[in-house]
């Protein structure tokens, strides 16, 4: 059978401007400019020799043939949505990609992963290690964050993300509370000049900067620690900066400074003393690390097991704090 249907971005454009009532805030689910959705509209009007909207001062109103036919068109994406899952999920048990940053993939979920794997050996899990753009000199905006996740799950089914949870269309779960503190090797606190006994004594240490904070919260992290424990006089332009912690971590265990850092993710090295945190003061971030999965694919049985057992993994971390 042959199907003859306009273009598919176009059927989108007409939803998206449909359901919001508004082409700027379809341009911004669909990550385009309002322009592109404009004539995306027009397009797909002279392609039918049909008018779908009134287009009103202050408003867009739907016209009696595009509101007769978008019910049909809704369940027309959402069979599409379905098909999709299925081919995914064809292969066994499916395949499942998930997207994470790398200091996060390597120090809390490949520790763990062994034992989803173990439970769910007919899921084909697949870990890619995602970089994202960081925007200078402030914490990046909603477009930045928007194109990030459109960006990831592009060619992955799941996204674990450092921010603040604001993903509006996504599936979001916050997976992990956060906190930073310093950390540095155990040799520190007892080096015979200037042992690391009190806060004070930071400004007598090399400072090492993981700068997932000033990177996307637009803050480091040793301002966030030393605010909150009331310490002045500590030069932070001091000592070499890291864009993953993973790389700060590997710096602090030879001794050459202490790190403000997520310990969550130096916890193998903190069990076995290779690394200690030498005050109690733990400060809490604003930010945390969230799974994010498309709504479509949050049903796939795949996402839903590898979501459900992280999820329980999260609070068996929590349990333990």
């Known amino acids: 059978m042959t199907y003859r249907l306009p273009p598919l971005n176009a059927l989108k454009a007409f939803e998206a401007t449909a359901r919001h009532s508004s082409v ?62 299925q081919l995914r999920a064809h292969k066994g048990g499916g395949m499942l990609t998930v997207s994470a940053a790398p200091s996060f993939g390597a ?24 970089l994202r753009q960081a925007t200078e000199g402030g914490r990046r905006g909603a477009a930045a964050e928007r194109a990030t996740v459109d960006a990831w799950l592009a060619d992955s089914d799941v996204a674990i ?64 620690w030393l605010k909150a424990a009331g310490i002045e006089g500590v030069d932070l332009k001091r000592g070499p900066h890291f864009s993953h912690a993973v790389l700060a ?13 997520i310990p969550v993710l130096a916890e193998a090295d903190l069990n076995a003393a290779r690394l200690v945190t030498p005050f109690a003061l733990r400060v ?4 945390a690390y969230y799974f994010v999965c498309r709504e479509d694919a949050a049903r796939r049985p795949a996402v839903a097991a590898f979501r459900e057992w992280l999820l329980a993994e999260a609070a068996r971390e929590a349990g333990a704090a």
Not at 64 to 74: H, I, M, N, S, Y
Not at 108 to 120: C, D, Q
């Open 284 to 287: 809490p971030l604003a930010s």
């Open 24 to 85: 700027k805030q379809a341009a911004v689910e669909l990550n385009v400019t309002p322009a592109a959705v404009s004539h995306q509209i027009k397009a797909l009007e002279d392609y039918l020799g049909v008018r779908l909207f009134h287009r009103r001062k202050r408003a867009l109103e739907l016209t009696d043939a595009a509101r007769a036919c978008l019910p049909k068109l809704r369940e027309g994406f959402e069979n599409l949505a379905q098909a999709v899952d």
């Open 161 to 224: 993300l450092y921010g603040r949870g604001d993903y509006p269309g996504f599936r979001v779960d916050r997976l992990l509370a956060l906190t930073v503190t310093p950390i540095c090797s155990p040799r520190l606190l007892t080096a015979p000049e200037h042992p690391l006994l009190r806060p004070g004594d930071l400004k007598h240490h090399l400072l090492l900067h993981d700068d997932t904070g000033d990177l996307y919260d637009g803050v480091s992290f040793w301002e966030v």
């Open 249 to 261: 971590f590997e710096a602090a265990i030879e001794g050459h400074g202490v790190v403000a850092t």
């Open 107 to 130: 120090r809390w979920l490949m520790p763990r992963l062994h034992r989803f794997l173990e439970t769910r050996p007919e899921i084909d899990v697949r870990i890619s290690a995602r």
